[in-house]
T-cell receptor, first 121, second 110 residues
């Protein structure tokens, strides 16, 4: 079953404006973590921001902030003052403690399908 | 410079070939991962190594064979692949919560 849902396949935003990328998740774990990654056309996944399920404050990293609404199981990414270099795919991901039932493998990430963001001049 | 490197960056191979993808991390991390990213699909976790211990993923076909000789190196050996195996293969390492990704190998199976 899909655990991470990103409902926006593509988004447009004008330079210097703010944009919100949506992410909802499903888990029965009490302790979990939520991540946002950026993937430019070069392919590399770049870590942007992390939110732990017990963190009381919404995470912020520079122009990135995470709007964490635990009861709604949503973890939307807000990018303020968009720049042309922000054009990329953005992935929401959730940390799973045990990705495989027959192992003690440590943490792995479960990703959404991503949102393509295009920043226009 | 992310600290995680992957070679080659691009690979074209026939269905009868044998090739290997290499991942190297200089971050001192103890967990390493292989992910597959196909067009229009979420990243799929393939294998995890934690302190060099492999985790089996039964849904990964045996034509993909991982190897982790030490905590800094991770290989993915490929043989008799299918065209649907064409994808971007991403390696990652982890310490704590954050995973650090390499640039990926773009694989095309002809």
């Amino acid at each position: 079953a899909q655990k991470i849902t990103q409902t926006q396949p593509g988004m447009f935003v004008q330079e210097k404006e703010a944009v919100t990328l949506d992410c909802t998740y499903d888990t029965s774990d009490q302790s979990y973590g939520l991540f946002w990654y950026k993937q430019p056309s070069s392919g590399e996944m770049i870590f942007l921001i992390y939110q732990g399920s017990y963190d009381e404050q919404n995470a912020t990293e520079g122009r990135y902030s995470l709007n964490f609404q635990k009861a709604r199981k949503s973890a939307n990414l807000v990018i303020s003052a968009s720049q042309l270099g922000d054009s990329a795919m953005y992935f929401c991901a959730m940390r799973e403690a045990q990705p495989f039932s027959n192992s003690n493998s440590g943490y792995a990430l479960n990703f959404g399908k991503g949102t393509s963001l295009l920043v226009t001049p | 410079e992310t600290g995680v490197t992957q070679t080659p960056r691009h690979l074209v191979m026939g269905m009868t070939n044998k090739k290997s993808l290499k991942c190297e991390q200089h971050l001192g991390h103890n967990a390493m991962y292989w992910y597959k990213q196909s067009a229009k699909k979420p990243l799929e976790l393939m294998f995890v190594y934690n302190f060099k211990e492999q985790t089996e993923n039964n849904s990964v076909p045996s034509r993909f064979s991982p190897e982790c000789p030490n905590s800094s190196h991770l290989f993915l050996h490929l043989h008799t692949l299918q065209p649907e195996d064409s994808a971007l293969y991403l390696c990652a390492s982890r310490e704590g919560y954050e995973q650090y990704f390499g640039p990926g190998t773009r694989l095309t199976v002809t």
